[in-house]
């Protein structure tokens, strides 16, 4: 990137699902970089999948300070499920010549913190995935994150490309400013389907998984409440007796 | 002879006690092999270990290549097991780490992938609970062979004697599964206290605790309890990050989960409401929590807490 050595200069970040905490570290990674720089060398590329109502969400992301954006939107893409989703993503980060990829670890819905290491694996890049702190040393062309999981700490490196994922307690996402909200208004958002990528088996009919039902958890039943007279704690392990729990 | 691929966790020496579980779901399918990939010179006292769970046959890969480069590594040898093998399914524990090697086996043998199963049935089909417990769900993988990861303590496990039999498989790994090189590792301190997602009792503080988790730990170490908090108590500071529970945090299905000044707000409920028993100590008689208490007492944590925990520990002493 600075050096020049890749054809198209620059970190740039990508979502899976538009996620605040991976555009405000891909913006701290590349703002001091961009310093005093007539042009900016360094740019940051939104990419997100979903309906056309996710263009505001987009537009968000500009208004922080990115750069640009893709929306791949398809009425196929209803229904798919991680593979299908990562495999998406995977063909539109190849065409782009970026360096590294941004993504949040969970998604708000249903796509199970696997996306980042689908994504790794489709591009046969590095996953450096529940980052909690992120280096990139752009000299080098290398990033090192601490990766902060229930199993404890671990310091990770690798070479650009890479796929980085990044833990909610990251950093604080700013809020965009006047003056960002209004140039993201001139920012360009691409739209691709499905076709421009040349993919076909994706979306629900293709499916790798089936539900095969889907049931409301019964509401559960009144439970007693009793006002505490100086005998709450008692009557209550008198309750835990009684279900054999102490 | 169908035969069912477990992926063996393991921390400090010991077999993690989701190896037995997978191995007990496992078994409803047919036979039982476990994939142990360790360290150089590490496996004989894990395999002694799988001996009391239900396994047929125990796959060794010996390695320093997984200590360097991890999930990658990992994941490329186990796809690799995969193919040769031909399993009927590969179940894998839901941790952070066994979700991103399943994600990755998935992708590189083409099959279909389901997270967080609470349970895995003789036909293989997946329960999961979903929107925080609100949704029960069966599916099953309709592409490749089936890959699903099961959430820790989601079942019991058999405990039996088996006389595995042990292959030896060598290791070799491709650049792209060596693309991320592990510097430093601190494993997180483990207290004395069980693990919050696999405990049976889980005691919960929040803002009404103003702070002081005393009482709390007090009550959670009498009843052999892990210690749990609300979004409010982890956000002051007065808990790790690590004990939340909730749509942010852990989900918990303990069988007791006590709630102790915590209004029970839905991002909290998100992460505890399929507790087989609820109860709830608030001061507020309309706090929300009661809604889904089984027993709630209305009064102050610091009153009843204490009396609680007092009361058990005789219950213990008689
Ligand atoms: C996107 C998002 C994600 C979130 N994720 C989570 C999450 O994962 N987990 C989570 O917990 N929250 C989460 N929250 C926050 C959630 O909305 C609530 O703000 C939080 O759960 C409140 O915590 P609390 O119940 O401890 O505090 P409060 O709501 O302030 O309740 C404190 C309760 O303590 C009672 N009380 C006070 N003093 C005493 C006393 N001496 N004795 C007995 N009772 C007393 C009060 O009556 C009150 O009911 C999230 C919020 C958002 C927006």
Sequence with gaps: MVNGLLDRAGVDAVLNDLDEYAIEEALRIVEPLNEGLETPQHTITLISMGPDRATEALRKGLSMGADDAILISDPSLAGSDALATSKVLAEVIKSGGFDLVFCGTESTDARMSVIPAMLAERLGWAQLSFAGSVTVDPASSRVEIARMTDAGVETMSANFPAVVSVIEKINEPRYPSFKGIMAAKKKPIETKTVGDLGLSDVGLASAWSVVDDATARPPRAKGIKVEDAGDGGTKLVEFLAEKRLV | ?318
């Design chain 2, 1 to 318: 002879m169908s035969s069912v691929l477990i992926l063996v966790d393991y921390a400090d020496g010991k077999v993690a006690k989701t190896a037995g579980e997978l191995a007990t779901l496992a078994k409803r399918v047919g036979s039982v092999s476990a994939l142990l990939l360790c360290k150089a010179g590490e496996s004989g006292p894990l395999i002694e270990q799988l001996k009391s769970a239900p396994i047929d046959s125990v796959i060794v890969g010996e390695s320093d290549l997984f200590a360097t480069h991890g999930i990658a590594a990992l994941a490329e040898v186990t796809a690799n097991v995969m193919s040769e093998k031909s399993p009927q399914a590969l179940l894998i524990s839901s941790s952070a780490r066994g979700k991103e090697i399943a994600a990755r086996v998935a992708v590189r043998t083409n099959s279909g992938l389901i997270t967080d199963a609470i349970d895995f049935s003789n036909s293989m089909i997946a329960t999961q609970s979903v929107f925080g417990g609100s949704f029960t769900v069966h599916s099953r993988v309709s592409h490749g062979t089936p890959i699903v990861t099961v959430r820790p303590s989601a079942v019991e496990a058999e405990a039996v004697t088996s006389s595995p039999s042990v292959e030896n498989i060598s290791i070799s790994l491709s650049p792209t599964s060596q693309l991320t090189t592990i510097t430093s590792v601190q494993p997180a301190v483990k207290g004395g206290r069980p693990e919050l997602t696999e405990a049976k009792i889980v005691v919960s503080g929040g803002r009404g605790t103003n702070g002081d988790f005393a009482p709390i730990e007090a009550f959670a170490d009498s009843l052999g309890g892990a210690v749990g908090a609300s979004r409010a108590a982890t956000d002051a500071g007065w808990y790790p990050h690590t004990h939340q529970v909730g749509q942010t945090g852990k989900t918990v299905s303990p069988q007791l989960y006590i709630a102790c000044g915590i209004s029970g707000a839905i991002q909290h409920r998100a992460g505890m409401q399929t507790s087989k028993t609820i109860v709830a100590i608030n001061k507020d008689p309309e706090a929300p929590i009661f809604d889904l208490a089984d027993f709630g007492v209305v009064g102050d944590l610091f009153a009843v807490v204490p009396q609680a925990q007092a009361a058990v520990a005789a219950k213990k002493q008689s």
